[in-house]
């Protein structure tokens, strides 16, 4: 039982699982603060459109990340050869989605999407030598764009609260990812990629991700302040210190609990802080 158990969780961690509830967890809190009654067929949509390009990436850099995470690595080559299966059945289901619910023009943007998603592993890691901390710059806009994708499916109009809330996802990311690639220092360095751990350091990186983590506090208080935003979207700053709970611990090596629990389960939390404060409030 034990053994099953532990099999059930290293697939919901290291499978991309969690990771793809989190991108769920961000439409489903934006829709709240914009107001928009979110269906199952979007939620499933933003799931494997999460989980896809992460498998792949997974599937591509599988020989890599055998120095780096020998946990993750065992555990995908269990299935390695079905997972390009797994990529396409999951692009078909989310594609007939589209289609059935007549979402064209979300199609079409989600299909932008998935190009950015999957472009960065096949052409644009190459720029991450040359541009310091392009791939979280990359990364970051990738799953901010979620929150346009949104409004798209549901012809919700593009406005100010819209820019605010893809804004704060944007800056929540960039702490996230840059903190994220603590882990990774040594095969990026291999790789000889730029990222900010590897040019600043931990320590300078870490008051930087502090101080960033603070003004991502920003948007939203505009957002409410301006009446763009509820005023139940204050709770959703609750994020910060759970970050500066992550960010500023001693200890910051490859923990995997710490990174792929913790730091990914952040995602989680975003629609238990807002849906609390909506029912009190």
Not at 45 to 68: C, M, Q
Not at 96 to 107: D, E, R, S
Not at 184 to 206: A, H, M
């Amino acid at each position: 039982m034990s053994r099953i158990l532990n099999l059930i969780w290293n697939e919901f961690v290291y499978g991309g699982h969690l990771l793809s509830l989190g991108a769920v967890s961000i439409v489903y809190t934006a829709a709240v603060l914009l107001g928009i009654r979110i269906t199952w067929d979007f939620m499933v949509i933003v799931y494997l459109g999460s989980y896809a390009p992460y498998i792949y990436n997974r599937y591509r850099e599988l020989n890599k990340d055998f120095f780096t995470n020998v946990e993750r690595t065992r555990h995908l080559e269990k299935y390695v050869k079905n997972i390009p299966a797994m990529i396409a059945l999951s692009v078909i289901i989310m594609m007939g989605i589209f289609l059935y619910f007549n979402k064209i023009p979300a199609l079409l943007f989600a299909l932008l999407l998935f190009l950015i998603s999957f472009s960065y592993s096949i052409l644009f890691k190459g720029l991450s030598k040359k541009i310091i901390g392009f791939k979280n710059f990359y990364i970051s806009l990738g799953w901010a764009l979620l929150v346009v994708l949104l409004a798209i499916y549901y012809t919700f109009p593009m406005s100010w609260s819209i820019l605010l809330i893809s804004l704060f996802v944007y800056l929540r990311l960039y702490v996230n990812t840059n903190f994220f690639d603590i882990k990774d220092i040594e095969s990026d360095k291999k790789e000889q990629l730029l990222t900010l751990p590897i040019v600043l350091g931990q320590e300078k990186l870490k008051m930087i991700l502090n101080l960033i983590n603070v003004l991502t506090s920003t948007p939203i208080i505009i957002g409410v302040f301006s009446r763009f935003l509820p005023f139940y979207s204050l709770t959703i700053l609750f994020t910060i210190p759970y970050a500066f709970y992550y960010l500023n611990k001693t200890k910051m090596g490859n923990n995997r609990f710490l990174y792929y629990v913790i730091v990914d389960g952040e995602y989680i939390l975003w629609p238990i802080f807002i849906l609390s404060s909506k029912i009190l409030l």
